[in-house]
């Protein structure tokens, strides 16, 4: 088993998401977290959640590092669903490191060619800013799995939106990165609005009795009646799931930028297939098999 | 009989300078190495008119010249988000006028730029005077990884965009704005306290004529043929592009007023942004003369200099 060192960059608080996909990082024997780091808006909190989970999830040592706050140019509203700190209990000790984010990212992947992942489940801005501080990461990244865009390519093309969040929310930094020419593999709305959960898994979390599985019920219950809907895509654990089975999705190697202006929001991915594109842009996920291997990771303890 | 009073540390002026080291900087930095009183904390290299390593030989060659201590430290190689489009066409290849300086095989000193610029500013809060004179990226991504620095300096004085008029390398914008306009809009966003010092004030009030160059050069120190030499190819741009007998110097008169405020004669604060994109408008300085956005001011505009201290003051410069 090949064992995959990741950094998870995460805006986790807002969308339930990136706690399953913290979730489903921890209950995976081929991942080592080695550290996270949060991105926009209050990263503090983010960061404390973040914790909190590990805590729940028998991690402690796991590192969180606190990084940028504001989309690159500081030009684009940053949304907040109002429950990020609902996890939180207020006297709680919950150790964040002092180093900054950013720092981390670019130390770790200098430190280890060749051998991190870095997955981004939230709005580009700790990337872009790493990558401008240090363009070596580039190079020395191992690659990067990032939950954001959409193609609009696969079979489901006509019925997605144009945009994506983490990409509207820091256009700016999406196209950095998107153009540094790092290894990037694309997991957009292309594959993530495949794979959706209802009402029923929260119940099978909340009985399940383990306590990481009882917080996600309740941020999933949170969630729900947030959107107001019976059901929420797994956008960013699909991400995770593609260092456990690369075969849940099929790609296409193509090179992506993003067209954007000064209005918000603004910030279309737009895909070309191209031999040589840095970007593997995923088409098509098999929504069965990974909604099995993601119940079974998270349940079967 | 008048008691001389020395200069008491408190009284110290402390100088951070970011530079794309090309011909005009050089003079901008040979002025600041040279004048009495102020403590430069470092030079912060950018690329710019050069690439950044180039920019950093001639810093240190600057610095070795003036015979002065101050660590020069190498930033970052390209704009924010985009490539970068130097300018050797105005400043000459090396960008010291192709005169066959030594300009390379010095080392710079460890610590990059950006980090520099954000420890200085924590070490001395309140104290730092910065000046920027060339493209904004340095300072913006200080600005990204630690936002709390906008609260630290004393002033950012910027040779950046245009308070009025024309720009130098498309008819809006000025090559230093033009260059990283994404650096430009958020160091102008920031909360520092900027005082830009636009390509106008220059053509005004900086133009230095073929016989005050002479004169200059008259003076005959290292300084002062330096000063004069590596505008060669200076020149020939402002003779056959800019249409000016003479050359322009945007960067000394930026540091005259970082040096001496007074000579900055007229200057208003103003709200101003930067023109990111469009057919034309990359990199146009958004200078609200008449208020009519209704946005707070962000930037003390200087409109008018004196050109005669600007001279006094560069004439000192160069000698012994």
Known sequence: MTMNKIIIDTDVGSDVDDAMALSLAMRSPEIQIVGITTVYGDVTIRSRVAKKLLHLGGCTSVPVYPGIRDPLLRNREIFWAGHESMLLQDEEELNIEDKHGVDFIIETIMNHPGEITLVTIGPLTNIAAAIIREPKIVQNVKEIILMGGVCRLGSNGADLPVTEHNVRSDPESASLVFRSGAPIVMVGLDVTLKVKISAEVQKKLKTSGDPLNMALADALGRWLDFRQRDWTAMHDPVAVSLLIDRSLVTTRKMNVWVEYDHRHPTGQTVAVPADDGNVEVCLDVDSPRFLSLFTQRLLDR | ?320
């Not at chain 2, 249409?243 to 040096?259: M, Q, Y």
């Not at chain 2, 962000?298 to 001279?311: K, S």
């Open chain 2, 1 to 320: 009989m008048m008691e001389v009073k020395s200069v008491h540390a408190d009284a110290l002026r402390r100088f951070l300078i970011d530079t794309d080291t090309a011909s005009d900087d050089a003079v901008a930095l040979l002025m600041a190495l040279r004048y009495p009183v102020i403590e430069i904390e470092a030079i912060t290299v950018v690329a710019g008119n050069v690439p950044v390593e180039q920019g950093t030989q001639n810093a240190l060659y600057t610095v070795e010249l003036a015979g002065k201590r101050v660590p020069v430290h190498m930033g970052l190689a390209k704009p924010l988000l985009r490539p970068l489009e130097s300018a050797e066409w105005v400043h000459g290849q090396d960008g010291m006028g192709d005169i066959g300086l030594p300009l390379s095989g010095k080392t710079p000193a460890p610590g990059h730029a950006v980090d520099v610029i954000i420890d200085t500013l924590k070490r001395h809060p309140g104290e730092v005077t910065v000046v920027t004179l060339g493209p904004l990226t340095n300072l913006a991504a200080a600005l990204i990884r630690e936002p709390g620095i906008a609260k630290l300096p004393k002033e950012v004085i910027m040779m950046a965009g245009t308070g009025q008029g024309p720009g130098n390398v498309t008819p809006l914008a000025e090559y230093n704005v033009w260059v990283d306009p994404e650096a430009a809009k958020i160091v102008f966003a920031s909360g520092m306290p900027l005082k830009l010092v636009g390509w106008d004030v220059s053509r005004g009030y900086a133009v230095i004529t073929p016989e005050e160059a002479q004169a200059i050069r008259a003076i005959d120190t290292p300084y002062a043929r330096f000063v004069v030499d590596i505008q060669a190819a200076l020149s020939r741009f402002c003779r056959t592009v800019t249409r000016l007998e003479g050359f322009n110097l945007p960067d000394p008169i930026t540091v005259a007023i970082a040096l001496e405020p007074e000579i900055a004669t007229v200057s208003r604060r103003l709200f101003v942004d930067v023109e990111l994109g469009g057919e034309w408008g990359r990199g146009q300085t958004v200078v609200d003369h008449l208020g009519v956005t209704g946005r707070d001011p962000n930037v003390e505009v200087v409109l008018q200099a004196d050109r005669r201290r600007f001279l006094d003051l560069l004439r000192r410069s160069v000698q012994d």
